[in-house]
């Protein structure tokens, strides 16, 4: 199963503003995800596309990592 950042089929636009905004949330954060996490955020994306593919790497590397620790979901 793969993880989703946003439904099959959204809009551009919408995907576009996702990716606007997960790009600032991984800016605004990148020091304190390198300091809890040894995880540096990749410089220089160039699209919103490259920022969906980002978050969608690490949703589904947490995920499978979670998963294999027996983390249940609340």
Known sequence: M???AAPAGAPAPVVAALGTAFRGAIEQSAAKLVEMA???PRAGFESSEQVMDFVREGVERYTAILRAAGVQPE
Do not use: I, N, T, Y
């Open 2 to 4: 793969s993880a989703q």
């Open 38 to 40: 040894g995880v540096a």
